[in-house]
């Protein structure tokens, strides 16, 4: 197994497209921008939050001065907006439950990478934007005083993939090992969730550089992990995004069904079943 460290859906898509990668971690919206642009990919595993609306992904960063108290009040605001990510049909969705239009507010297009949205919201690029996790805690703690602020937007934000080329599932050998990678990665799941000082000591504060308390901040918004052994309500929801995106976006809708190769539904579920039993 060879690894590669590449954050976000449209990196893991040219990665893809270069015959550099056979698989990846990714939200829901890659797999559906890349059927649009020609790029054959499957869905081989699927994991949302087990409380989902308690435990978003998600905030909606509001910048200080901006006066948004709630969601109608993103009428004429500047609103981040990458139409390739996850925040993008996110941004998408507020509107529809503010009912609102896209042309009832300013779409800025930037792709959410790193701390971009954060630094956009602070600087008044935007108005408002989706930002995540940490960057929550740190956009507070650095322009709270200031007046930046977050709405909590009440939609699912949560799904989370195994991501793959169908060229690569379509080869025996290599989809043994998307079989077998997808049962480690469900007993990851499993072991984070039940481990929790473990893994914010391991691996937020070791590997990736972060406080003990951004750690255990980040341990707390993501509640616990659902992985579905049906996937009938994920291909259901994941319709409900490529109609929304194809009529909000000008594309043409189509199967969901298409982008979840089923030989895997079971894998992560029976993993986790197992785990009782292995050491």
Do not use: C, M, N, Y
């Given at each position: 197994v060879k690894w590669a460290n590449i954050s976000g859906g449209p990196q893991c898509s040219e990665a893809f497209r270069a015959g550099a990668l056979d698989i990846c971690s990714a939200a829901d919206i890659p797999s559906i921008n890349a059927h649009w642009t020609g790029l054959d990919t499957k869905l081989v595993a699927v994991k949302f939050r087990a409380d989902p609306l308690k435990n978003p992904v998600y905030e909606l960063g509001t910048a200080p001065g901006s006066?948004?108290?709630?969601?109608?009040d993103l009428r004429g605001k500047k609103i981040a907006y990458s139409p390739g990510q996850a925040q993008g049909a996110l941004v998408l969705r507020i509107l529809q439950k503010a009912g609102l239009t896209q042309q009832d507010v300013e779409l800025v297009e930037l792709a959410s990478t790193g701390d971009v949205y954060p630094t956009a919201l602070g600087n008044h690029q935007v108005d408002a934007a989706p930002i995540a996790d940490v960057n929550i805690k740190r956009y507070l703690t650095h322009y709270g005083k200031e007046g930046g602020s977050t709405i909590k937007h009440g939609l699912r934000d949560d799904p989370a993939h195994l991501w793959a080329l169908t060229?690569?599932?379509?080869?025996?050998?290599?989809?043994?090992?998307?079989?077998?990678?997808?049962?480690?990665?469900?007993?990851?799941?499993?072991?984070?969730?039940?481990?929790p000082r473990e893994w914010v000591a391991g691996y937020y504060v070791e590997d990736q550089g972060l406080s003990r308390e951004d750690g255990e901040y980040l341990v707390r918004r993501v509640g616990h992990p659902d992985l579905p052994a049906d996937w009938t309500g994920a291909i259901h929801r994941q319709q409900q995004t490529i109609d929304l995106l194809a009529a909000e976006q000008d594309?043409?809708?189509f199967d969901a069904g298409l982008l979840f190769d089923r030989r895997y539904e079971t894998v992560a579920a029976r993993a986790v079943a197992g785990e009782g039993t292995s050491s």
């Open positions: 006066g948004i108290r709630t969601l109608a060229e690569s599932v379509a080869d025996a050998g290599k989809s043994a090992a998307v079989r077998e990678l997808v049962k480690f990665w469900a007993r990851a799941q499993t072991w984070i969730d039940r481990h594309r043409e809708p």
